[in-house]
């Protein structure tokens, strides 16, 4: 079975915080990403990556940065944490190669706080 | 107006009733994933569809994809409380140059004891 690992469960943070949050999958896939959370929203794509050091910027990019050094790792750092970035932060991985239809594995999520 | 738009939003039903959820749209989709999604926790996927008019079952829970593959629905029989989480379908429309995996927005189901 495909494990997605995400550092944190809760987190509580203060705003202009730099967080850092971190993902694992233990299952070579190719593909990462992170989506946010929000009651009525939906899940929004912040950022996603194909391959190591490799990047692309989802639909809510603003504010964040990740950052793939290893291909099992996928972190996302919000550089300056705001209120509005309290939300449920969600890791994933997929096959690939490509990203696109892929069934996607999830971690159990972390709920950041900014407070 | 999302892309994938799932119906009811939210809905509470008794331990035993059946019911069906929806996930539609104008697009066409190569395959349509359902996810459940329990309070806290991350979505966990259930099936993918992958052929018109296909019908995929799991235990209590049926998938079916529409012929034109532009909408699947999930029938449930004999709910349970343990079904109760967020309901999410999820593809990739053939005419997404972009290629990405878009998610409709849910349906919240409570089951009752």
């Known amino acids: 079975d495909v494990k997605v690992t995400q550092s944190s469960r809760y987190l509580v943070k203060r705003t202009g915080e730099k967080v850092f949050l971190e993902c694992v999958q233990d299952m070579d896939h190719e593909n990462m990403f992170w989506y946010r959370q929000d009651p009525g929203l939906g899940l929004r794509l912040i950022y996603f990556s194909y391959d190591v050091k490799m990047k692309e910027k989802g639909d809510i990019p603003e504010g964040y940065s990740v950052s793939r050094e290893k291909k099992e790792r996928f972190s996302l750092i919000l550089e300056s944490a705001s209120t509005n970035q309290t939300s449920m932060y969600l890791c994933?991985?997929?096959?690939?190669?490509?990203?696109?239809?892929?069934?996607?594995?999830f971690g159990p999520g972390t709920r950041l706080t900014v407070t | 107006t999302q892309l994938l738009e799932q119906s009811p939003q939210f809905l509470s039903i008794q331990e035993g009733e059946n019911l069906t959820v929806y996930c539609n749209s104008s697009s066409v989709f190569s395959s349509l994933q359902w996810y459940r999604q329990e309070p806290g926790e991350g979505p966990v996927l259930l099936v993918t569809?992958?052929?018109?008019?296909e019908v995929k079952k799991l235990k209590r829970l049926t998938f079916q994809f529409g012929d034109a593959r532009k909408d699947s629905s999930l029938h449930i029989t004999a709910a349970q409380p343990g079904d109760t989480g967020l309901y999410l379908c999820a593809g990739v429309p053939l005419d997404d140059a972009g290629n990405m995996l878009t998610f409709g927005g849910g349906t919240r189901l409570m089951v009752k004891p």
């Open positions: 994933a991985s997929s096959l690939g190669p490509g990203w696109g239809s892929y069934e996607q594995y």
């Open positions: 569809v992958v052929t018109g008019g």
